[in-house]
């Protein structure tokens, strides 16, 4: 699976857009980019997944890059709740992985009042 | 809402004692994973089942850890004999094991052996 590299922290003030950024420099074609968050004392959580268009659901937009090398997830308007660690996974779709995910260190956003 | 459940939520234990975990993944979901988080290492994938079998298990060391599905409704994670670096969360997740489905985590097992 590709690596990804993503800031260790980020903040962001409460009603504001957060964004947060994920390499991905070296995705291979059929792979997709995976973000799960993981709230304190909570296993992690989906948010949103893409393959190259642009993708928005109820929770987050993904932006990836033409060139798919890098992505952007966005909260469009960060609560005291979003506060939380932030997984930028790549993966392949199908195969034998059958959804297997390998996390890194991901980025601790933390969402100010 | 469907949610997969991980019992204990917190395990106390001594070195060398024997440590079950069990996990109800969600109906119908045919793929389950046992991750362990720490401080240092991060959240680390250690078995995985599909349909009940095993499809990879290389995360797991071998000698004392042990994972099995013994019905469809039912993941147990053992650890015999426990030792004080196995102090981690144990998460369960699942999912509909299609390839490009997004996973369902439980809540967790605190495992503290002393």
């Known amino acids: 699976d590709a690596k990804t590299t993503q800031p260790t922290s980020m903040d962001c003030a409460e009603g504001r857009a957060a964004n947060l950024p994920c390499n991905h420099s070296t995705i291979s074609g059929n792979e997709y980019v995976y973000w799960y968050r993981q709230i304190h004392s909570q296993g992690p959580q989906y948010i949103i997944h893409?393959?190259?268009n642009n993708e928005t659901n109820e929770m987050a937009s993904l932006i990836i890059t033409e060139d798919r090398k890098s992505s952007t997830l966005i909260l469009p308007h960060a609560t005291l709740r979003d506060t939380a660690v932030y997984y930028c996974?790549?993966?392949?779709?199908?195969?034998?992985?059958?959804?297997?995910?390998?996390f890194g260190q991901g980025t601790i956003l933390t969402v100010h009042p | 809402d469907a949610r997969v459940t991980q019992t204990p939520r917190h395990k106390v234990t001594e070195m060398g004692q024997e440590v079950t975990m069990r996990c109800q993944p969600i109906?119908?979901?045919?793929?389950v994973f046992w991750y362990r988080q720490t401080m240092m290492q991060g959240l680390e994938l250690l078995a995985y089942?599909?349909?009940?079998?095993?499809?990879?298990d290389s995360g797991m060391p071998k000698d004392r850890f042990s994972a099995e599905m013994p019905d469809a409704t039912l993941a147990t994670l053992k650890i015999q004999p426990s030792e004080p670096r196995d102090s981690a969360v144990y998460f369960c997740?699942?999912?509909?094991?299609?390839?490009?489905?997004?996973?369902?985590f439980g809540s967790g097992t605190q495992l503290s052996v002393l």
């Open positions: 893409g393959l190259k």
């Open positions: 996974i790549v993966r392949p779709a199908g195969g034998t992985s059958y959804g297997k995910l390998t």
């Open positions: 089942f599909r349909n009940r079998a095993p499809l990879d």
């Open positions: 997740a699942s999912g509909p094991g299609q390839g490009f489905e997004k996973l369902f």
């Open positions: 109906l119908g979901h045919n793929t």
